[in-house]
């Protein structure tokens, strides 16, 4: 039980180490390309998803359809570029190395005994179990992954008040 416990922390430390990543620099923003493909989302919970044309330090603009928007940065929740999308490779990565992981939990938890016969080990069998459980787990997880970068996240209220 150690070891799958140790298993699953140490999946976990990508997510972990990614939730930490500070976004809240506006300046970030002028990394984008003119054209680029972007969802916005305002204080106010309003979304708009269009392409990106230009940033000052005191709004953003982008084009929504037809419509060219300009949003002010005290306006500005979040910020996120939407390009292909990994989620595909991120189940299939993290699938496989759930798999490998299980079976080796698997195989690891069990004992065999010295006798020839098949009956006196099911170390394979624990390890192909183990296998299936860490291909699934693994697949939800990197599915579960945010697969678009946010490029400009606001800092919440909170953090700007002065107790």
Not at 136 to 150: D, E, N, Q, Y
Request: proline fraction near 2%; glycine fraction near 12%; include cysteine.
């Amino acid at each position: 039980m150690r070891k799958a416990t140790l298993a699953g922390f140490l999946i976990l430390i990508p997510c972990l180490v990614r939730a930490q990543d500070k976004k809240s620099d506006w300046k970030a923003l002028y990394a984008l390309h003119s054209g680029e493909k972007i969802e916005l989302m305002e204080t106010g919970m309003k979304k708009h998803v269009g392409t990106f044309s230009t940033v000052t330090e005191e709004a953003i603009q982008i084009r929504e359809g037809s419509n060219d928007i300009g949003i002010r940065k005290e306006n500005v929740a979040r910020v996120i570029v939407l390009d292909k999308s990994h989620r595909l490779r991120n189940s299939l990565v993290f699938g496989a190395v759930g798999a490998g992981a299980g079976a080796g939990i698997g195989a690891a938890s069990t004992r065999c005994s010295n006798s020839n016969s098949f009956t006196g080990c099911w170390r394979d069998v624990a390890a192909g179990i183990g296998a299936v459980v860490g291909l699934l787990g693994g697949a939800g997880v990197g599915a579960a992954i945010p697969s678009h970068p946010t490029i400009y996240r606001a800092e919440s209220a909170k953090s700007n008040t002065v107790h």
